[in-house]
C-alpha cells in the first residue's frame, strides 16, 4: 500500500553562514542559519518520508541540542529517513519538493540537488522531483529573511 508524507521546514536567512540547499553550496551574501548545515530542502523531504511512516519527525530523530549535529551534513538526516523505510520493510516510490525562495536563483543548481538527494536515499534521480518558485516579493520570503521548502513522499509499506 502507498502511503503519502508531508513536509515543510522554514530557515532564517543571516550573514556569515554558507548557503547549502539539496547539499549544493550556492554562492549567496547570506545562508541559512540552523543547528545543522540548515539545509531547508532536505529536512523538508526528510520529514515527509517520516511523515509517510506515520514517525515522528526530524526534531525526535536528531534533536538540535544535540552536539553530535552540530554544522552536520543534511544528508545524513536523509540517509536514516532511508534506514527507516527499511525498518518498516518498505521502499521508497518517489519524493518531490519545491524550494521557496526569493534570492537566488536556484534552478542551475536543481540537477545537482536531485542528484544528491537521490544518492542519500538510495533511490535514481528520476524518482526526484525538485522545483522552484519565488515568493513574487511577497512576506518573508520576498523579503528574503528566509528560505522554505515544502515535500511530498510517497512510500510502499506492506499492509497491516
Ligand atoms: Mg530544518
Request: charged residues 20%; hydrophobic residues 45%; contains cysteine.
Amino acid at each position: 500500500m502507498v502511503h503519502t508524507g508531508i513536509g515543510y521546514d522554514v530557515h532564517q536567512l543571516v550573514a556569515g553562514r554558507k548557503l547549502i540547499l539539496g547539499g549544493v553550496e550556492i554562492p549567496h551574501l547570506k545562508g541559512l542559519d540552523g543547528h545543522s548545515d540548515a539545509d531547508v530542502l532536505m529536512h523538508a523531504v526528510c520529514d515527509a518520508i517520516l511523515g509517510a511512516l506515520g514517525e515522528e519527525d526530524i526534531g525526535h530523530f536528531f534533536p538540535n541540542t544535540d552536539p553530535r549535529w552540530r554544522g552536520a551534513p543534511s544528508k545524513v538526516f536523509l540517509e536514516e529517513a532511508a534506514r527507516q523505510i527499511k525498518v518498516h520493510e518498505g521502499r521508497l516510490v518517489n519524493v518531490d519538493a519545491t524550494i521557496i525562495a526569493q534570492q537566488p536563483k536556484v534552478y542551475p543548481h536543481l540537477a545537482k540537488m536531485k542528484a544528491n538527494l537521490a544518492a542519500a536515499l538510495g533511490i535514481p534521480a528520476r524518482r526526484v522531483g525538485i522545483k522552484a518558485t519565488t515568493n513574487e516579493g511577497m512576506g518573508f520570503v520576498g523579503r528574503e529573511e528566509g528560505i522554505a521548502a515544502m515535500a511530498v513522499a510517497a512510500v510502499d509499506l506492506p499492509e497491516v
